[in-house]
């Protein structure tokens, strides 16, 4: 079983940036892909950003230019990159790899 710890969350003001990370257990990270998600309150959970085994990247409409996943498969980690932060970005962020949930990182973004 894989499992996820995401860190790197925190307060930050409109405009600021903050890079979450989630570092993965197990022998065969390289192999999946990894997404980003993240829920509001009240919200349902919604996929932010993915990156395939190859490097490939999708990111949701709402965050594309301001956004940006990333993975060090030696250090079995991937990496979300948010700048231009808006409070609408206020969110728990967890990450995701198919068969396992991180416990989730929480962003708040203040006006």
Known sequence: QVQLVE???GLVQAGGS???SCAA???FFSLYAMEWYRQAPGKQRELV???NSRGTTTYADSVKGRFTISRDNA???VYLQMNSLKPEDTAVYYCYCGVSWGQGTQVTVSS
């Open 7 to 9: 860190s790197g969350g």
């Open 18 to 20: 903050l890079r979450l």
């Open 25 to 27: 257990s197990g022998r």
């Open 49 to 51: 950003a993915l990156i």
């Open 75 to 77: 250090k079995n980690t």
